[in-house]
Every structure is written in C-alpha cells, then in structure tokens.
C-alpha cells in the first residue's frame, strides 16, 4: 500500500519518496479525479492509480506531469488511456524513446484549465527548475502542486536549475534551467490564493508564503552574487552564497548527521556549485 495523505478534503499525496520518487498524488472533481505525476515506476504507478481511485471512488479522467525527470515520469504507461496534460515545452522535452504518439496529450502553452461541475483546476506553466516545469492549482481547496519547482527539506529546500533535459530546442545547449524563470514563478504563486503546497519532493507546505519569500530571497541573492562576479570579470567559483540563511542552515543540518555529516558536506559543496555553474552559465551568456 501506497501511504496516500489527505492534502485537503479533496486533494490527496504521496510524499514519503518511496521508491525514489518524486511527490505524486491527485485532486478529485466532481465526477472524475485528476492524477499528478507519473511516480518513478510503472508498477508504483499502477498501484497509485487503483488507490487514487478507490480513494474517491471516482475514475481518473486525466494525467498532468509536472515536468519530463525519470521520477515523475517514469510509470507514465499506467495512464496510457487516459490524455496526458503537460506543457508545450514539457512534451517537446520528453525522451525521444517515449514517442508522445502513444499518448493522448492535452498540451498548454502558459495556462489551461479542466472543469468539472462548479469546479475548475488551473494549469500554469512555470519553468525555472526546467524549461517545461509547470504546476497545478485547485482554488476550491486553495492548493498548488508545484513539481519540483519547490523542494521541502529534500535537498536541503534549495531550489536546483536542472542542467539537462533530454534534448533541448537548439540542440546546442542541455542546460535548461533558468533563474529568471523561477523569480517570475515565485513572484507569481505569492500572488495566488494559496494554504498548501504539495512540493515535487518532501513534505507538503503549511506556511506558502513565508516559505515562497524566503525562496524568492534565496534566488534574488544568488542572482545579485553571480552578476556581481560576471561584471567584474571574476570566475564561478567566486560566487558566494555562504552568508545565505538556507545555506547556513543546509550546512547545520549536515552537522546534525553525526558520522555523515562530511559526506553530507561534500554533496552540499557539489550541489551549490553546480547551483553557481547554472547562474553563472545563464548571466554571463546574456552578457550582463
Ligand atoms: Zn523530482
């Protein structure tokens, strides 16, 4: 049994990480429940889908995948009859193995939205952690499932900029991650009518706005760290996030792994700097 968590009396997730999964889980219309994200393998996403289900004892009329990573994506097959809602970009990103021809897709460009009823569940896309990043909001039950566009405690709550994505428009560059993308995103979800987040790893979200600010705040500096290094002509590994309060506290939260804290440390180092290359990649291409 999957443990499937209320999120609210009509959106449900799984957050626990099993099976190395990203967050999945499901809001439930009148007549039919949306299920999102396609879990990290098909048979964890076979056995989601009967519990989503039977949850609600409604069937599962759509899919929405919040972006292309193997983690999210991977039991995709166990919603092969019913239409794949994603981003424009998300699906223009899929691995090529996947042929979207064996899918019925329901792509968006910014926005769209499915209603039921009364009801009515609004997709957005985001970019930022990758370029077909989106997420899904239910105002019934004021919640965002946002993808991994946010991180909760996993990987220490700092946001990544993915640096691959399975092929990529100019086929030049695989680094798709984009900082000014994630300021927009989280200058955005501020300005919705939000209670909870279902993040794309980790626990949910009780306290959005603080946690979206401090995000914000977090990006904001990094940007300011990395301009400041690219116009002064310095190299990537000058950039320095130290006096930043989620890095000090990543860094207090290794010391708290006893034995693992330098193993912990070492991941930490590696995490940040490829945090520096995706900035210090982005800025200096747009020559600041
Ligand atoms: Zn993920």
């Not at 984009?178 to 995103?185: K, T």
Request: glycine fraction near 6%; include cysteine; hydrophobic fraction near 40%.
């Amino acid at each position: 049994m999957i443990e499937l968590e209320a999120v609210t009396s009509r959106t449900i997730a799984c957050t626990s990480g099993i099976k190395r999964s990203g967050n999945f889980g499901g809001i439930a219309l009148q007549t039919f429940v949306i299920a999102i994200d396609a879990t990290s393998s098909l048979d964890l996403s076979r056995q989601f889908r009967k519990q989503l289900e039977e949850t609600f004892n409604l069937p599962v009329k759509y899919l929405f995948l919040t972006h292309t990573h193997s983690d999210h994506r991977n039991g995709l097959q166990a919603f092969k009859d019913v239409p794949l809602v994603a981003s424009k970009n998300c699906i223009q990103n899929m691995p090529k193995k996947l042929s979207s021809t064996d899918f019925i897709i329901n792509s968006f460009q910014k926005s769209t939205t499915i209603e039921d009823g009364l009801s009515t569940v609004e997709f957005h896309w985001f970019g930022g952690h990758t370029i077909g990043s989106s997420g899904a909001y239910f105002p019934d039950d004021r919640t965002l499932f946002s993808g991994d566009l946010i991180f909760h405690r996993f990987n220490f709550s700092i946001p990544f900029l993915t640096f691959y994505q399975n092929k990529s428009f100019d086929n030049m560059s695989k680094k798709t991650g984009n900082p000014e993308e994630y300021i927009v995103a989280f200058e955005n979800i501020l300005n919705m009518d939000i209670d909870v987040i279902v993040p794309g790893h980790g626990p949910i979200i009780k306290n959005p706005k603080e946690f979206i600010q401090q995000q914000l705040v977090f990006i904001n500096s990094v940007k300011v760290a990395t301009l400041e290094v690219v116009r002064n002509n310095e190299s990537m590994e000058d950039i320095c996030l130290n006096d930043l309060k989620l890095v000090q506290l990543a860094y207090v939260r290794c010391d708290e792994e006893g034995k693992k804290a330098q193993s912990w440390k070492k991941w930490l180092d590696k995490y940040l700097d490829d945090l520096k290359q995706a900035f210090y990649t982005y800025y200096m291409a747009l020559n600041v």
